[in-house]
Every structure is written in C-alpha cells, then in structure tokens.
C-alpha cells in the first residue's frame, strides 16, 4: 500500500500541512452551522476526505457551503489573490448572497415577516414562517426543506481533488469530538506546539475513516457511538 491507516490519522492530527490549515470545526465563531457531510475519496496511492458544512457566515453575510480538504493528493490551495502566495485547505462556495439575504431582512439578523422566498444558489426557493426568526435560522430551516441546495456538487467537491480520484462514500451522520493544534510562541526564540481535544487516532470515527480509505471497504463504517454533528449539538457555533 502507497499509504496505511496510520499515515492518515497523523495527517490529520498535523497542522503546518498549508499555510492556514485548518481542522473539522462545528463551532466556529463567525459561522452558523446548518448541514454538514464527509465525503471519502481514495485509490492504491491517494486517499482525501472532503468536510463540507454549510450555514450561515457571520464574516460574509451570506450563505455559504465551507470545505475542509485533507489528504495526499490535494491540489489548488492557492488563494485567488495574486499577490498573495499563501495556501489553505478550506474553499468556500456562496449559495446565498449577502444581496439576497438583505433583500429579505427587515433589521440586521431578522427575516422580515412579509418575505415569502429567496433564491438559493439558481433556485427560487419560497418559504412559510410565521413567526419572526434569526436569517442564520432561517438558513437552517431552508436546509432541512432542501438539503440538496445546500450540499455540494461533484465539481465542487472536487475542487482541490484530482479528477479521477474515485469517491468511496458519503458519511451524513457521524461523532465528531473537537481537536486542534497549533503553535504557541513563548519568546522571541522559542515555542512550544499545543494540543486540545481528541486526537484523531483516539476517536472511533476518523480510525474508521483512515481504515475505509486503506481498505476501500465501505462496509467497514460500522460506527458504535451516536451521531452528534447535528448543528443543535453545538451551541457555540456562530458566537464569539
């Protein structure tokens, strides 16, 4: 094998693999998470896992789907500014503008009550709320009505992927529990690297993960704790 079970679970427990590296985030503070979904992608020599969570950015103003890509094979992490030379391993798509959201708004944050509809991505998408409610929960709410509206396309998965690489499968439901590192800087001369949360190679579902990838079995995904990446596990998302 061009890669094992354990090559994965220490790249995913990396973080200078891009100059922004970033790893699986349900509470981020500028984003609203709605939908979220793991993708699998491998072959004898390449492996990738593509995290997408869609919702609603605090930084943005819009509604976005927001990748994080990982894996031996990943391409296309430059940013669009030419002047800048830096890479990252998130990629983000617009699937509501922040034109069309104020559109819809009668304060900031608040949907006005007379709108009935707003379009998501090409689609005129009319909605039924009667109460007053938040636009990130009114993204939420448009997600359950509409999931494909706000998952990804093939292409846009792909975007930081060689296009031959097969897809394995597609994971909706999943236990997720928070990991980070990063560098610490002590001194003008010194730093140490810190780690918070569970590491990947100590989390039932990323083992699972790396495991599928090396062995291309998708019957292998026979998780044993309960899903938790429904938005409503993480209340923190969104707020500082």
């Known amino acids: 094998m061009a890669y094992t079970q354990k090559d994965i679970l220490d790249y995913l427990e990396s973080y200078d693999q891009e100059t922004y590296h970033f790893f699986i985030d349900f509470e981020h503070p500028y984003f609203y998470t709605a ?6 992608f491998a072959d004898k020599e390449r492996w990738a896992i593509v995290f997408e969570k869609s919702g ?4 943005s103003d819009c ?3 927001e990748f994080t890509y990982f894996g031996n094979c990943l391409s296309n992490l430059e940013t669009s500014d030419p002047e800048d030379h830096s890479t990252s391993n998130m990629k983000v798509v617009i699937v ?3 034109e069309d959201l104020r559109a819809i708004e009668e304060d900031y944050l608040l949907v006005d009550r007379n709108i ?4 998501v991505r090409d689609t005129i998408l009319p909605f039924d709320v ?3 409610i938040k636009t990130y929960n009114l993204i939420r709410y448009l997600e359950t009505k509409k999931p494909a509206l706000f998952k990804a396309t093939d292409s846009e998965l792909r975007e930081c992927l060689p296009s031959d690489l097969p897809k394995l499968m597609q994971i909706d439901k999943w236990n997720h529990q928070p990991y980070s590192k990063h560098i610490n800087i002590t001194s003008p001369s010194t730093y140490v690297i810190e780690e918070t949360g569970t590491r990947p190679s100590e989390n039932e579902t990323y083992k699972l993960i790396a495991d599928i990838l090396v062995t291309k079995d ?3 995904w026979k998780p044993t704790l309960p899903p938790n990446n429904d938005w409503r596990n993480w209340p923190r998302a969104g707020t500082m």
Request: aromatic share 4%; net charge positive.
């Open 35 to 40: 939908g979220s979904r793991i993708t699998l």
């Open 56 to 59: 609603y950015s605090t930084g």
């Open 63 to 65: 509604g976005q789907i």
């Open 96 to 98: 509501i503008s922040d």
């Open 116 to 119: 009935s509809a707003i379009k």
């Open 130 to 132: 009667k109460d007053q």
């Open 218 to 220: 998708t019957a292998k």
